[in-house]
Structures are given as C-alpha cells and as structure tokens.
C-alpha cells in the first residue's frame, strides 16, 4: 500500500499508470525545457501498518533490466534518492520484511521530484513463535488441478481432520518425521515421506494418478 505525491502536482492516470497532469500537457505543447539544477529525484517516508515511522529496513533499486543498482538498510522513516540512471525503474521496500512493497515506472525527469509514502503491512503469521514445523501439503490430480478431500493416514496431528479441504490443501505443526498415504476414491494412492529437522517450513505438493480401471 502506498501513497504517491509531486509536491503540488496533480497526478493522473494512463494505462494504469500514475502521471503528472502537467508532463501530459507539455507532451502535447512540446518538449520540456532542460534544467541543470541539482534535485532529488526521490523522496521516501515509510511507516509501519498503524502509522508508526521505520527505525530500519533494507531497500532495492533495480534498473529496467531487473539489475540491483543500489541497496542499503534505511535508517529510520525518510530517505532520499537523489539520482539513478536511465529508463523506468523499481523501488523495493523492505526486502527483509515478511512483505515488501515494489513500485514501478520510476524515472528521474527535471521539475518533477517524486514523495514517496510507503505502508509496510504486518505480517503476523510469521512472527508467531513456533516449536516446531510448519507443514504444508497440496493434492493435485496429474493435470496440476487441486484434488479436495484426499484422505491420508497415519494422522500427523491429534485432533486435526487428516483430509484436504476444498482446494486440496492441508497445514498444521508437526515434529519428526512420518510415511504418510493419501487415498481418494478413483485415484491411485500415493506414499509420501514428510520430515522436521527444525522449525522450517515443509512444503509437499502431491500428485495423484487415477486410479486403472
């Protein structure tokens, strides 16, 4: 989520894309009249989700290519960019963060410096403590489709249904390591080895042939 703003310079929008009103009328009047002042072209503020500034977090310039030009940990909420070379480029906010924000089709042209407000969203699932893994498991039929309610034993947590829901997908804690079998009705049943080393994430997708006839 993020808020853009040119000092006093209304933005509109074209082909999905936010644009000076004024760069569109001196497109069409004609060229815009060179300038050597020194500028920044870049100004960033970053908050977190309830509005509190940034003590520190990691930020990325890439160039059209998708080449890193330039990556530093901003310290604090404000930052400025003041230069970068040629063509579009891509600011990305808080690579270190559980979701970073990227933004697009950033150019330097004189006379219209870019005010950046960028809100970095929480991320609660990923800073909840946890003993344990995290397990995460997809049925899909040969077709890549998901496959809902695929039963498999033995169960790996108490209590839990050990079946995929309507998507064919299945998550919860575990600890060590389990031969599991997953069975539906018409489809073959398919062996399947999960083990936790640590506290890592197990991601397994599935894939279950049909059945012979």
């Known amino acids: 989520m993020y808020k853009l703003k040119a000092g006093s310079v209304p933005f509109t929008v074209i082909q999905g894309f936010a644009v000076p009103l004024l760069a569109v009328v001196f497109a ?99 800073e909840q403590m946890r003993k344990g893994c995290l397990v995460y498991l997809r049925t899909v039929g040969t077709d890549g489709q998901p496959l809902p309610g695929v039963n498999f034993s033995p169960p790996i947590v108490r209590g839990d249904p050990q079946r995929t829901d309507g998507f064919g997908r299945w998550q919860s804690l575990f600890g060590g390591e389990h031969d599991l079998t997953f069975s539906k009705p018409g489809f073959a049943p398919v062996a399947v080895h999960v083990r936790c080393n640590d506290n890592e994430e197990v991601d397994q997708e599935i894939v279950m042939p049909k059945a012979a006839p």
């Open 28 to 126: 069409l009047v004609g060229p815009v009249t060179a300038r050597a002042d020194d500028f920044c072209a870049l100004t960033l503020r970053v908050t977190g989700p309830m509005g509190e500034p940034s003590r520190s977090t990691w930020i990325e310039l890439d160039d059209a290519s998708g080449r890193v030009v330039w990556r530093d940990a901003m310290q604090g909420p404000d930052l400025k960019i003041c230069d970068f070379g040629f063509g579009p480029h891509t600011l990305r906010v808080g690579t270190n963060e559980c979701l970073p924000v990227a933004i697009s089709n950033l150019r330097v042209v004189f006379g219209f410096p870019l005010s950046l407000h960028v809100i970095l969203d929480g991320c609660g699932y990923r």
